[in-house]
């Protein structure tokens, strides 16, 4: 559901998906809405209009996290398979173009680096992978968590990656070497608990 962030106001409602929606995002012009569910498929929607323009289905499992490429022409899910199941996708055609596997656990969360290059992957193996977007091998696992990898991001220069787990720590890693740059304290841990038992299932 997009909102109207000056006033708050619902604009549009998008109505389609058989089970719950686990992760949604905007293409980079803001025309496109694309959401991944329970049902095991992602769906492109218009914003402008609410009409659905497609969907991608192959996931054997729940899609539990979405993303664009940064020139929107690619997207990319992951999803909650024990195999650790990443899929690429032509956001153009529907057509799957690669999938990514060699994660031990669930995949979390997804990212593209800022020039598509690579892929972003957190599970919840307690690890972080980044893969070649285009030749679709693994060039580094980040190891360091004691518990489930919930979100990660790049940086702006792409240069760093971030990680988020139930262990409840935030950890900053150098992207060329695979080097720990920085852990922020332990925090929050009784708002966090139920989520790191549901992790840790």
Request: charge should be positive.
């Amino acid at each position: 559901m997009p909102w109207d962030a000056a006033t708050g106001t619902l604009i549009r409602t998008f109505e389609g998906h058989s089970n719950w929606v686990s992760s949604v995002a905007f293409s980079p012009d803001g025309g496109h809405v694309l959401s991944g569910s329970h049902d095991k498929t992602l769906k492109l929607w218009d914003v402008a209009t609410g009409v659905l323009i497609r969907t991608f289905g192959g996931h054997a499992n729940a899609v539990s996290s979405v993303a664009f490429s940064p020139d929107g022409g690619r997207v990319l899910s992951g999803s909650q398979t024990w195999q650790g199941e990443l899929k690429l996708w032509d956001a153009a055609t529907g057509a799957l173009i690669r999938t990514f596997e060699g994660h031990a656990g669930e995949v979390s969360s997804v990212a593209f680096s800022p020039d598509g290059a690579r892929i972003l992957s957190g599970s919840s193996d307690r690890t972080i992978k980044i893969w070649n977007a285009d030749a679709g091998g693994l060039i580094r696992t980040f190891e360091g968590h004691s518990n489930s990898v919930y979100s990660v991001a790049f940086s702006r220069g792409g240069g760093r990656v971030l990680s988020g787990s139930a262990d409840n720590t935030v950890k900053l890693w150098d992207l060329a070497i695979g080097a720990l740059i920085r852990v922020a304290p332990a925090c929050c841990r009784a708002a966090t608990t139920k989520r790191s038992n549901y992790g840790m299932r």
